[in-house]
């Protein structure tokens, strides 16, 4: 498996300090350990010279008032809200000024964002995904990803989680349904 840098990005899914800090509200210690291997993929996305993606889930405090079904305070509390020291994201990742943030407020780094746009613009036609939760978030990215003509490929070996079996799963589903797998050893980019 190789990757062309100039078409390449790594998606950083919501390495947040509500998810990885044990002060978060949705802190998951299998979410705190994927920040050093989520470190190295960059940091080999960087030396090889392909595009560096962070997402943040991002939500308003209304931004669930008056919906018919969909409301993950309802089902998680509230969390990583807009303005919070929860929302930001972790210190450990070193986010530069040519990387590219994109803030969002679902599970998919792709629905309402200018994500697509962004990857088009420049070229990017591969995907090396990492971040958490490995089962939610970067699953339903990864999904959306597939179903634009993205070629999505998780890092298994950098992803958050909150249980192992989530992980597991999570990277069976996407290797059997529309992705591919890697792991920071083998990410190929030449």
Same mark, same amino acid.
């Given at each position: 498996?190789?990757?062309?840098?100039?078409?390449?990005?790594?998606?950083?899914?919501?390495?947040?300090?509500?998810?990885?800090?044990?002060?978060?509200?949705?802190?998951?210690?299998?979410?705190?350990?994927?920040?050093?291997?989520?470190?190295?993929?960059?940091?080999?996305?960087?030396?090889?010279?392909?595009?560096?993606?962070?997402?943040?889930?991002?939500?308003?405090?209304?931004?669930?008032?008056?919906?018919?079904?969909?409301?993950?305070? $309802?089902?998680?509390?509230?969390?990583?809200? @807009? %303005?919070?020291?929860? =929302?930001?994201? !972790? &210190?450990? #990742?070193?986010?530069?000024?040519?990387?590219?943030?994109?803030?969002?407020?679902?599970? $998919?780094?792709?629905?309402?964002?200018?994500? @697509? %746009?962004?990857?088009? =613009?420049?070229? !990017? &036609?591969? #995907?090396?995904?990492?971040?958490?939760?490995?089962?939610?978030?970067?699953?339903?990215?990864?999904?959306?990803?597939?179903?634009?003509?993205?070629?999505?490929?998780?890092?298994?070996?950098?992803?958050?989680?909150?249980?192992?079996?989530?992980?597991?799963?999570?990277?069976?589903?996407?290797?059997?349904?529309?992705?591919?797998?890697?792991?920071?050893?083998?990410?190929?980019?030449?």
């Amino acid at each position: 498996m190789s990757f062309d840098p100039d078409r390449t990005a790594v998606v950083v899914v919501d390495m947040q300090n509500g998810f990885c800090h044990p002060d978060g509200s949705l802190y998951a210690p299998g979410s705190e350990d994927a920040i050093d291997p989520v470190t190295d993929v960059v940091a080999i996305a960087r030396e090889a010279g392909a595009a560096v993606v962070y997402t943040r889930d991002v939500h308003p405090p209304e931004q669930f008032e008056g919906n018919h079904y969909y409301d993950e305070f $309802d089902r998680w509390g509230e969390h990583v809200v @807009e %303005g919070s020291w929860e =929302a930001e994201l !972790v &210190d450990e #990742l070193d986010v530069r000024e040519e990387d590219h943030v994109v803030v969002k407020h679902t599970y $998919d780094a792709f629905h309402q964002t200018e994500l @697509e %746009g962004w990857l088009d =613009a420049h070229g !990017v &036609d591969d #995907l090396l995904i990492c971040g958490t939760l490995a089962n939610v978030c970067v699953l339903h990215t990864a999904g959306s990803a597939g179903l634009r003509d993205y070629r999505p490929v998780l890092v298994e070996d950098a992803l958050g989680f909150i249980e192992e079996d989530h992980r597991e799963y999570a990277v069976d589903h996407a290797d059997w349904l529309f992705g591919e797998l890697t792991t920071r050893d083998e990410l190929g980019l030449e």
